[in-house]
T-cell receptor, first 110, second 111 residues
Framework: NAGVTQTPKFQVLKTGQSMTLQCAQD?????MYWYRQDPGMGLRLIYY???????DKGEVPNGYNVSRLNKREFSLRLESAAPSQTSVYFC?????????FGSGTQLSVL | EDKVVQSPLSLVVHEGDTVTLNCSYE??????LLWYKQEKKAPTFLFML????IEKKSGRLSSILDKKELSSILNITATQTGDSAIYLC???????????FGKGTKLSVKP
């Protein structure tokens, strides 16, 4: 099925561990995004990539790194996880403005 | 600083009621405004509004943008339990058209 695929769906980390969230889209979209969603905070942009080879910081980039591996794939890395990074993470892609979201990753950092 | 304010933050109604959800925004280089519905997982697209005063409709849902007042409303008539969700307002801004999301309105429809 066409769309945005995120892995994993669930993850539990200990403080200080690292991990990479993977995202791939098969709609030939130029732009890709990583958001986090916390209760009462709405969706906040972590990083985005307007096109292959470019990445830019969003509202809450601290503690994260990203890689736009190719047009299809955009990964989010937590180098040293902290409890404050416990959240639901969404990847999204867009051709112009309309965002299409992946199903989300629920991450808990203990 | 760009901001988006949605009201109310939560709302409980009974089936058959009509509801109006509000969104006001202040964003740099505004381009358009999108509404999303979020149930258990990822947000799903409802409407994109670019022109002021033109209502968009989809079944029992409708939405309109007022660029002069920097606001938008989302109406749902004859609500059903399946309308229970968080409704997110997201203006797009800047040259990249990035979306900034409000905190959402949590709608609960009781049978």
């Amino acid at each position: 099925n066409a769309g945005v695929t995120q892995t994993p769906k669930f993850q539990v980390l200990k403080t200080g561990q690292s991990m990479t969230l993977q995202c791939a889209q098969d709609m030939n979209h130029n732009s890709m995004y990583w958001y986090r969603q916390d209760p009462g905070m709405g969706l906040r942009l972590i990083y985005y990539s307007a096109s292959e080879g470019t990445t830019d910081k969003g509202e809450v980039p601290n503690g994260y790194n990203v890689s736009r591996l190719n047009k299809r794939e955009f990964s989010l890395r937590l180098e040293s996880a902290a409890p404050s990074q416990t959240s639901v993470y969404f990847c999204a892609s867009s051709g112009q403005v309309l965002l299409l979201f992946g199903s989300g990753t629920q991450l808990s950092v203990l | 600083e760009d901001k988006v304010v949605q009201s109310p933050l939560s709302l409980v109604v009974h089936e058959g009621d009509t509801v109006t959800l509000n969104c006001s925004y202040e964003v740099t280089n505004f381009r358009s405004l999108l509404w999303y519905k979020q149930e258990k997982k990822a947000p799903t697209f409802l409407f994109m509004l670019t022109s002021s005063g033109i209502e968009k409709k989809s079944g029992r849902l409708s939405s309109i943008l007022d660029k002069k007042e920097l606001s938008s409303i989302l109406n749902i008539t004859a609500t059903q339990t399946g309308d229970s969700a968080i409704y997110l307002c997201a203006p797009s801004r800047g040259s990249q058209g990035n979306l900034i999301f409000g905190k959402g309105t949590k709608l609960s429809v009781k049978p």
